[in-house]
């Protein structure tokens, strides 16, 4: 019986890997080839070498928007997860209307970025009209903006993730704790967070990857403004994260400018990678065997 | 059986998988198989969302008389430059596209067709609108042109006291602005409309009324050729002369400008605002309610403006793919002329677009057109779109719009020198970037 399973298993899996190699391998590979060319059209593209990169590195505006996303996802990290976890420790102590609350959280993170962002940027810039400035002014507001944002749409989706890792804790475990007399705080500490160690090394990788990766967002929300023009007419757009740094410098300049761009996305393809597995790393190795 | 049952599934789940993605590649081959009946299409990418229904519907009368087939798309607001750049990598690229400054002119030469000598070329009665490439090919022809500066509404001037004769100069312009602004609660309305800052209308002031600056030192200059690398600033004062008289003199809070959302067209046209900086474009819309609304001139405050016109020029300049098949290239070019010549067609382009400059296409009926012809008749300067230099215009104009902003919310000497350094320091930045 295996035997002719094993002889049709490329009806099955073809079709999924022809589309990845259409929609992903193949513009990866093509990609970084165009990292290294000079092209206006991706059709005439020709090849300069490591020029690009070398561009790409001595921009101060990409090593600002570097900076600024880090930062944004270190504090979007925290926040999230913080919050993500309190809501769902709570929503599994068996309060009235958990499941409402559950889905309720849950709703903002099925609304799209960019919708999300032009909505927050009416609700803030309602609020801040009232002082007489808006959030396109200043930096620090754009920033918190961003946070408060992305925290709204995402808190719920890492809250049902917490849920199901928190509704996995055995209850034989925490029992036994009782029974042991320990109190809820070292129940909390000792039994429950390393127990859901899986679902906090899911969440982080997923809001760290995230921040890396805002786009939609920050496109929508503040498109970098304000820009600050420095003496001699360099631009740092304040508010630019590195994917949209990526796409003004692709649209935003000349044609050698193209090359450039997608020099920076390669770099920000490994860089987010590295991140990413590094972080999996290290929150792998405190997870627990059930 | 089961093993049939396996098969019969997978089969479905194929056939419907390719199904799927096959549905795009046949409708490609059909149009493809049509075009080659025709001898060429007409592929045209225009970057006007307000003149796409006028396109389409002479590009449907085209197809009506001669049987090929033109296609127009739009892109959206703001994002020619993208569409573009994905379209021409496209197997059926754009024919006929805008090459409309000279960025455009350093980006996209290579793929444009040398126009010179050609039919198109022939009909022209000025070169004043064309854009040419370093080694002087004939990359782009304009196919009309348009002119900005302050939009009046002559009878709110009447209701106030005042009369647009009456503003010869930055002076006049003040005192008469200033009055009905601070009359404005008594008046009913205000002088200038609303000045947003959005992307919907910023580009009336990074744009528009920044071309005074660049006009007046491109004079000095004794005119540019190309883009210069760096700017001097010497009419920096002019331009908030006239950028304060218009936010500090409007419907609107000046601090209320950085997010937008007024309607500057509507309150102009309700006669809520007697001023409206805008350009040509305009008339159909604003003489719907306000028929004799007039343009004048930027006064700024430069010696001797009292005989300056109207800014005039074009960002409007047909190219024709160079890489396109030659039947299409032929199509093209016959289509180009065609709405040139053709006096139905040239009547709906010229109302929608403005002056078309070439021998045999109608006259315009725009009203603000006519007044920019009245001061070039009475012997004032034409204020050239100098503005079209501009490096990197849409970086350019982003960083000069944000530093507008902070201004436009604390009106310090401090705040309008970031103004001066984003405009004349961005300047030359920006021109490094798209050089080097």
């Known amino acids: 019986m295996k035997a002719p399973m094993r002889r049709w298993s490329w009806l099955f899996i073809g079709p999924v890997v022809v589309a990845f190699i259409i929609g992903f391998v193949w513009p990866f590979i093509q990609g970084i080839y165009l990292s290294f060319c000079k092209f206006r059209l991706i059709s005439d593209a020709k090849i300069i070498g490591f020029d690009n990169y070398s561009k790409a590195l001595q921009d101060p505006t990409f090593t600002h928007a570097f900076w600024y996303t880090a930062l944004f996802a270190i504090v979007s990290l925290i926040i999230i997860n913080i919050i993500a976890f309190l809501i769902a420790y709570l929503l599994t102590q068996g309060i009235k209307g958990s499941n409402l609350f559950r889905t309720v959280f849950f709703m903002p993170n099925l609304i799209g970025g960019i919708v999300l962002g032009y909505i927050w940027s009416m609700i803030f810039d309602g609020i801040l009209s009232k002082f007489g400035t808006s959030i396109l002014e200043n930096s620090t507001w754009g920033f918190w903006g961003l946070i408060i944002l992305m925290c709204w749409q995402q808190i719920g989706y890492m809250m049902i993730i917490y849920i199901a890792g928190l509704q996995a804790v055995p209850e034989d475990m925490l029992e036994a704790a009782k029974i042991d007399g320990a109190t809820k705080g070292q129940t909390l500490r000792k039994v429950i967070i390393p127990n859901v160690m899986p679902s906090i090394t899911i969440c982080t990788f997923l809001s760290l990857t995230n921040g890396f990766k805002l786009f939609d967002q920050n496109l929508a929300l503040t498109a970098g403004k304000p820009i600050i023009t420095m003496a001699g007419g360099t631009q740092i757009k304040t508010t630019e994260m590195l994917a949209l740094n990526i796409y003004n410098t692709f649209y935003g300049q000349n044609s050698s400018a193209t090359g450039v761009a997608q020099a920076k996305a390669v770099m920000f393809f490994i860089l987010v990678a590295a991140i990413g597995l590094i972080q999996l790393y290290y929150t792998r190795r405190k997870e627990v065997q059930q | 059986m089961k093993k049939l049952f396996a098969i019969l599934l997978s089969a479905v789940l194929c056939i419907g998988l390719f199904a799927a993605c096959g549905t795009t590649d046949d409708t490609t081959a059909a149009d493809d ?57 496209k197997s059926a690229p754009p024919t006929l596209f805008v090459i409309g400054n000279q960025a455009g002119v350093k980006d996209w030469a290579d793929y444009a067709l040398d126009l010179t000598g050609t039919a198109i070329e022939q009909e022209l009665n000025t070169d004043a609108y064309n854009l040419y490439a370093e080694d002087g090919k004939l990359v782009s022809i304009g196919y009309c042109f348009e002119c900005y500066g302050i939009i009046v509404n002559p009878d709110l001037l009447t209701k106030a006291g005042h009369s647009v004769e009456e503003i010869k100069n930055f002076e006049t312009l003040k005192a008469v602005v200033e009055d009905i602004h601070a009359r404005a609660a008594e008046l009913g309305f205000d002088a200038f409309s609303a000045c947003d800052m959005d992307d919907s209308s910023s580009w009336r002031f990074t744009g528009h009324l920044a071309n005074l600056e660049y006009f007046y030192e491109e004079r000095d200059d004794g005119g540019w050729t190309e883009c210069p690398a760096s700017l001097k600033g010497t009419y920096m004062e002019n331009f908030k002369n006239l950028y304060d008289l218009c936010i500090n003199n409007s419907t609107q809070d000046p601090t209320s400008l950085a997010t937008g959302g007024h309607d500057s067209e509507a309150e ?31 006064y700024c405050g430069v010696e001797g403006e009292e005989k300056a016109g109207l800014n005039c020029g074009t960002e409007n300049c047909w190219a024709i793919n160079a890489k396109a098949s030659e039947e299409d290239q032929k199509a093209t070019m016959d289509f180009m002329v065609w709405c040139v010549t053709d006096p139905e067609a040239s ?41 079209n230099y501009q490096p990197n215009v849409d970086t350019y104009r982003a960083g000069l719009v944000s530093a507008l902003n902070a201004y436009n919310s604390d009106q310090s000497d401090a705040n309008w020198e970031s103004v001066r350094v984003a405009f004349v320091d961005g300047w030359a930045a920006q021109y490094a970037a798209a050089n080097n």
């Open chain 2, 268 to 298: 102009f046209k309700e006669g809520k605002a007697a001023f409206f900086v805008n350009g040509s474009w305009e008339y159909s819309a604003v003489s719907e309610t306000v028929p004799n609304a007039t343009m004048i001139p930027y």
């Open chain 2, 347 to 387: 009547r709906l382009l010229v109302d929608s677009f403005g002056v078309m400059p070439y021998k045999n296409a109608v006259e315009s009926t725009n009203g603000f057109l006519a007044a920019a012809d009245k001061y070039t008749a009475d012997g004032c300067y034409v204020m050239d779109w100098a503005t």
């Open chain 2, 33 to 89: 198989s049509n075009s080659a009946e025709a001898t060429g299409s007409v592929y045209w990418l225009n970057f006007k969302p307000e003149s796409d229904e006028v396109l389409q519907q002479v590009a449907a009368m085209y197809t009506e008389k001669t049987g090929v087939e033109v296609k127009v798309v739009t892109a959206a607001s703001g994002t020619y430059s993208q569409t573009l750049t994905s379209e021409m990598d």
